[in-house]
């Protein structure tokens, strides 16, 4: 049998669509070119090589995928402070004051039309540089007196949260957890960053404390 082709075409009859099948055998083909190394297309008209179909998909020049794997670290400090759960709860819960107290935070903005959103920027000197980040977080829906955790929309990529526990009717376990992407700029120091910052966030629970004292009479 000889090989054929196959060619639809569409006419209209009396406001019907019909479908007319025409076969085309291999007399009407124009017979493929002798060379063992191409082959013949006889719908685009064409010769393929098949040396150059693989010097372009497995050429020097073209550039190899590679996967870029970035790396996530956590820190987690705690802290005892004497004042009640509430209002370390209700103090922590006022993002734009935690410039006040959280050493390389530079500003928190709450955004108005939608308070559960907010805008962060970093700025601190650390490891020969004037490091400097921003990223725009979502408040998750806190427990009250129990949990408050957030993850970051755009921007440097981080997600945490901060629990308490009580202590007494007077004092509180303050636990902190931030998870972040190692951005690529400090990835050589990437070893050196987790206790660097696991200490930047102790020193921001002290500080916290004494904020959170303060802000107790205030209120």
């Given at each position: 049998?000889?090989?054929?082709?196959a060619v639809?075409?569409?006419?209209?009859?009396?406001?019907?669509?019909?479908l007319?099948?025409?076969?085309?055998?291999?007399?009407?083909?124009?017979?493929?070119?002798?060379?063992?190394?191409?082959?013949?297309s006889?719908?685009?008209?064409?010769?393929?090589?098949?040396?150059?179909?693989?010097?372009?998909?497995?050429?020097?020049?073209?550039?190899?995928?590679?996967?870029?794997?970035?790396?996530?670290?956590?820190?987690?400090?705690?802290?005892?402070?004497?004042?009640?759960?509430?209002?370390?709860?209700?103090?922590?819960?006022?993002?734009?004051?935690?410039?006040?107290?959280?050493?390389?935070?530079?500003?928190?903005?709450?955004?108005?039309?939608?308070?559960?959103?907010?805008?962060?920027?970093?700025?601190?000197?650390?490891?020969?540089?004037?490091?400097?980040?921003?990223?725009l977080?979502?408040?998750?829906?806190?427990?009250?007196?129990?949990?408050?955790?957030?993850?970051?929309?755009?921007?440097l990529?981080?997600?945490?949260?901060?629990?308490?526990?009580?202590?007494?009717?007077?004092?509180?376990?303050?636990?902190?957890?931030?998870?972040?992407?190692?951005?690529?700029?400090?990835?050589?120091?990437?070893?050196?960053?987790?206790?660097?910052?696991?200490?930047?966030?102790?020193?921001?629970?002290?500080?916290?404390?004494?904020?959170?004292?303060?802000?107790?009479?205030?209120?």
């Amino acid at each position: 049998m000889s090989p054929s082709a196959a060619v639809f075409s569409v006419y209209p009859s009396s406001g019907i669509e019909t479908l007319r099948t025409t076969r085309i055998t291999d007399r009407h083909m124009p017979p493929p070119p002798p060379s063992s190394s191409s082959s013949f297309s006889p719908f685009l008209g064409i010769t393929l090589k098949r040396a150059s179909l693989r010097s372009i998909n497995h050429g020097s020049n073209m550039p190899r995928r590679t996967t870029l794997l970035m790396e996530w670290q956590d820190c987690t400090v705690k802290m005892e402070i004497d004042v009640p759960i509430s209002v370390a709860y209700n103090c922590y819960l006022d993002r734009e004051a935690i410039p006040r107290w959280m050493p390389f935070i530079s500003s928190v903005k709450i955004l108005e039309e939608k308070p559960e959103l907010s805008r962060w920027s970093l700025k601190y000197s650390a490891f020969g540089r004037d490091l400097e980040f921003s990223w725009l977080a979502r408040n998750m829906q806190p427990i009250p007196n129990q949990k408050i955790h957030w993850r970051s929309l755009e921007g440097l990529p981080n997600r945490g949260a901060v629990r308490f526990f009580p202590k007494g009717s007077s004092s509180c376990l303050v636990e902190l957890t931030v998870s972040y992407e190692v951005p690529q700029l400090l990835a050589p120091v990437a070893s050196a960053l987790q206790p660097f910052l696991k200490n930047l966030l102790g020193n921001g629970l002290e500080r916290f404390a004494n904020f959170a004292r303060t802000y107790q009479h205030e209120s």
